[in-house]
């Protein structure tokens, strides 16, 4: 396992942008990984977001959300990022990033190592 910190959520107003950081703590070397963000609103379940992978880039949104967030990833800070555009009050949510091995990882058991989580809240 590995442990991840999460930070970059907060309050904005519908149609802002959020960047939310998920940076690897841990010793060890995270390019066999692959990093995938959830989310989960009030009463529903969590929710695959997307996911990458940390050897090449790779990246697999969910459909729903394609064209809306933004995953990458910074090897040198060993950290990685989900960017959302024009937010709407729909994707208010605790956000949590996530370690895994199986590409592509799109339900939570598919990961092993969590973040402690990031609440976002859009405003209307």
């Known amino acids: 396992q590995v442990q991840l910190v999460e930070s970059g959520g907060g309050f904005v107003q519908a149609g802002g942008s959020l960047r939310l950081s998920c940076a690897v703590a841990?010793?060890?070397?995270?390019?066999?990984?692959?990093m995938g963000w959830f989310r989960q609103a009030p009463g529903k379940e969590r929710e695959f977001v997307a996911a990458?992978?940390?050897?090449?880039?790779?990246?697999y949104y969910i459909d729903s959300v394609k064209g809306g967030f933004t995953i990458s990833r910074d090897n040198a800070r060993n950290t990685g990022y989900l960017q959302k555009n024009s937010l709407k009050p729909e994707d208010t949510a605790v956000y949590y990033c996530?370690?895994?091995?199986?590409?592509?990882?799109?339900?939570?058991?598919?990961?092993?190592?969590w973040g402690q989580g990031t609440q976002v809240t859009v405003s209307s």
């Open positions: 996530a370690a895994g091995n199986t590409w592509v990882g799109d339900t939570p058991t598919d990961y092993n190592s």
């Open positions: 841990s010793g060890r070397t995270f390019s066999e990984y692959v």
């Open positions: 990458i992978m940390w050897r090449d880039d790779r990246t």
